[in-house]
């Protein structure tokens, strides 16, 4: 029986939210967990979770274990450790899964993608979360006469108290230092929403036209010796161009702490009908659409929905990994197309920066 090897740099707590995948892995696959963590107490309680994992103190004697095909590493470190375990992973010969954000600069993205296509390997983001088969079937359909002609494009997600490293995930601190996280929420669930548009309306061009950046003022929850840097709110109009020579704007907004009011919504308008798209699992594990369109002077709707995918959403990065990994068609930003998305994601501090319009270009390959 072929005989697959995980290999976790980071043995915190989404490491944890990665091995829950080994509970429903469905081939049959004997799978051997190794992992490594600058802090002994994380090692510890991997040990005491799954006895038979193999721990390491440093990267270096990790990767030096001997390479099985198929063999996939895992960077679930903060972020700024990204670009060298991944770097290091490549280098050894075995395919790579990183954590989001895919690194901390569009720099390093590319450097881990030419070192990933000089290795023969894939090099995969964990940005792909949100996709799903209720959205892959919205996606099947968008332009097959479901909306022709779109123009515009509404993100929303507001929460009101949802901070990573205060309200969520307290423990992490990490989260609200920007030279260790490379930002805040933007680059904490951008890399989710940016793929998810990008793998649904395919743009080979987006033009940021406006972002504002800022970090609602919040009292309560203070820490005295440690001050975020990062961004709790982020807006911007994004200016989609597709290949077909269409253009639309997404208007996009996602906060974790904001004095209005919170806010879920995906909706895509067209000339001849609308769609709500439910891009964030039910507790059943339901994902789908709403489509709405005028017949005859009356408005009509319909609600498409799909059950038959896991609700856990944290399992579906590395088994969609293992199927890129097998050849297979799976859900995972993977190469180019992850270093566009992310791409995306830091044009959209730029242009906060500049105050000026940013474009990102979709790499044309051969």
Avoid at 11 to 36: C, F, N, S, Y
Avoid at 107 to 125: I, Y
Avoid at 293 to 300: L, V
Wanted: with cysteine; charged share 30%; net charge negative.
């Amino acid at each position: 029986m072929h005989k697959l090897k995980l290999l976790f740099v980071g043995a915190g707590a989404i490491t944890k939210m990665h091995l829950r995948v080994l509970e429903t892995w469905q081939d049959g696959e004997t799978v051997e967990v190794l992992a490594t963590d600058l802090k002994s107490e994380a090692l510890d309680e991997l040990r005491a979770a799954r006895p038979a994992a193999r721990t390491f103190d440093n990267i270096d004697d990790m990767l030096a274990e001997p390479v099985t095909d198929g063999d996939i590493v895992v960077v679930a470190t903060p972020p700024v450790a990204h670009f060298e375990a991944a770097m290091k992973a490549l280098a050894s010969g075995r395919h790579v899964l990183c954590e989001k954000p895919l690194a901390m600069t569009t720099d390093e993205a590319r450097q881990m993608n030419d070192a990933a296509k000089s290795a023969g390997r894939l090099l995969g983001c964990c940005s792909n979360r949100l996709l799903g088969r209720g959205l892959a079937a919205f996606s099947d359909r968008f332009g097959s006469g479901l909306i022709d002609k779109p123009y515009r494009v509404r993100w929303q997600a507001r929460r009101q108290r949802r901070r990573s490293g205060i309200e969520y995930q307290p423990e992490s601190r990490w989260f609200l230092k920007s030279a260790i996280s490379g930002g805040g929420v933007l680059m904490d669930w951008g890399p989710y929403d940016i793929t998810t548009m990008c793998n649904l309306f395919r743009p080979q061009r987006v033009e940021v036209v406006s972002s504002i950046v800022e970090q609602p003022k919040l009292g309560g929850e203070a820490m005295p010796d440690f001050e975020p840097d990062v961004e709790f709110h982020v807006i911007a109009t994004l200016r989609f161009h597709r290949d077909d020579g269409s253009m639309f704007d997404v208007h996009y907004e996602r906060a974790s702490a904001t004095h209005g009011e919170e806010a879920m919504h995906f909706e895509v308008e067209g000339v001849d009908g609308a769609a709500r798209i439910d891009w964030l699992p039910r507790p059943e594990g339901a994902r789908g659409y709403v489509h709405v369109w005028d017949d005859d002077g009356k408005r009509q709707s319909q609600e498409h929905y799909l059950v038959d995918e896991p609700a856990d959403i944290m399992q579906r990065p590395l088994l969609e990994m293992r199927k890129a990994v097998d050849g297979k068609p799976a859900m995972i930003s993977l190469g180019d197309e992850a270093i566009f998305n992310f791409a995306v994601i830091r044009a959209i501090y730029d242009a906060a920066e500049s105050g000026e319009s940013v474009v990102v270009e979709r790499e044309v390959t051969s």
